[in-house]
Nanobody
Framework: QVQLVESGGGLVQAGGSLRLSCAASGSIFSINSMGWYRQAPGKQRELVADITSGGSTVYADSVKGRFIIGRDNAKNTVFLQMDSLKPEDTAVYYC??????????????????WGQGTQVTVSS
């Protein structure tokens, strides 16, 4: 089985910074893309940033220039450095991993996984 475990959320004042981390565990061969989504109360989950195994990145317009996503393919980890935080960044942030290929026994599987979510609160 595969698990994604997030860390690094919390409460910060506007203009401050936080760094989120996510580690995928299990007998993993490869992960196509890893990313971060967020969901604010009463709103739909939205993409924040995504990074492929080759290092190509995508950012939501609302976070461009403020957030940076990076990953370590060897360790199956992804981080999100969030600077110049705004109150509207307040949400539960979820780590995602798409097309994880992993081993259980002698069989290989491919699937998409989510972390449990971590709260980010930015006070004004």
């Amino acid at each position: 089985q595969v698990q994604l475990v997030e860390s690094g959320g919390g409460l910060v004042q506007a203009g401050g910074s936080l760094r989120l981390s996510c580690a995928a565990s299990g007998s993993i061969f490869s992960i196509n893309s890893m990313g971060w989504y967020r969901q604010a109360p009463g709103k739909q989950r939205e993409l924040v940033a995504d990074i492929t195994s080759g290092g190509s990145t995508v950012y939501a317009d609302s976070v461009k220039g403020r957030f940076i996503i990076g990953r370590d393919n060897a360790k199956n980890t992804v981080f999100l450095q969030m600077d110049s935080l705004k109150p509207e960044d307040t949400a539960v942030y979820y780590c995602s991993a798409e097309r994880i290929t992993y081993l259980i026994g002698t069989a290989t599987y491919t699937g998409d996984y989510w972390g449990q979510g971590t709260q980010v609160t930015v006070s004004s």
